[in-house]
T-cell receptor, first 119, second 110 residues
Framework: NAGVTQTPKFQVLKTGQSMTLQCAQDMNHEYMSWYRQDPGMGLRLIHY???????DQGEVPNGYNVSRSTTEDFPLRLLSAAPSQTSVYFC??????????????????FGPGTRLLVL | DAKTTQPPSMDCAEGRAANLPCNHS???????VYWYRQIHSQGPQYIIH?????ETNEMASLIITEDRKSSTLILPHATLRDTAVYYC???????????WGLGTSLAVNP
């Protein structure tokens, strides 16, 4: 298994541009999440999904859209990039209810991250 | 504001136990305590989690106080490869949200 993959690894955008950060997992996990990580702020949840067709907002959802049309993919869209969105973005997945014991089903597996710079 | 607080940094000698504290005084009854670590700028890696009882796995032990207001992650024999930022978090399964602390940067010294 490749686990959780993210593309691109690094991206530079100009203010106002739009782009999509890709996230895919091949573990048949139900739950997927997007986090951003900023110095001094730790990891903050942007959006999450508990299954195909179901998404919800996290702590910092403004400026981002998500969709979950398949179990495997959970793209994050920046509609109009702003310098405040300069960050490292991590995608994560967890087994969810299909994971059996609670210990397994809620453990999150993280991708390698996407580093985004908005000028 | 419900917070999870951790010391910003700690040192540990190689081969000794590393004890990393976390304060989660406002944790709810159904929220689990989770620990992850992040080496360099890689994606965070799961270590351990627990609800009320102490837990142990191949990586670490987790001690949760009886009132659940704090916990300690124990790396019994720290190695140089354990140098990382360790994050404590609260997770309520009903809302699928893992709320993180700011992390402790652990330096394991030879």
């Amino acid at each position: 298994n490749a686990g959780v993959t993210q593309t691109p690894k690094f991206q530079v955008l100009k203010t106002g541009q739009s782009m999509t950060l890709q996230c895919a997992q091949d573990m048949n996990h139900e739950y997927m999440s997007w986090y951003r990580q900023d110095p001094g702020m730790g990891l903050r949840l942007i959006h999450y999904s508990v299954g195909a067709g179901i998404t919800d907002q996290g702590e910092v959802p403004n400026g981002y859209n998500v969709s979950r049309s398949t179990t495997e993919d959970f793209p994050l869209r920046l509609l109009s990039a702003a310098p405040s969105q300069t960050s490292v973005y991590f995608c994560a997945s967890s087994p969810g209810l299909a994971g059996g014991q609670r210990r397994a089903r809620e453990t999150q597996y993280f991708g390698p991250g996407t580093r985004l710079l908005v000028l | 504001d419900a917070k999870t607080t951790q010391p910003p940094s700690m040192d540990c000698a190689e081969g000794r136990a590393a004890n990393l504290p976390c304060n989660h005084s406002t944790i709810s009854g159904n929220e689990y305590v989770y620990w992850y670590r992040q080496i360099h700028s890689q994606g965070p890696q799961y270590i351990i989690h627990g609800l009320k009882n102490n837990e142990t796995n191949e990586m670490a032990s987790l001690i949760i106080t009886e009132d659940r207001k704090s916990s300690t992650l124990i790396l019994p024999h720290a190695t140089l490869r354990d140098t990382a930022v360790y994050y404590c978090g609260r997770y309520a399964g009903n809302n699928r949200k893992l709320i993180w602390g700011l992390g402790t940067s652990l330096a394991v010294n030879p």
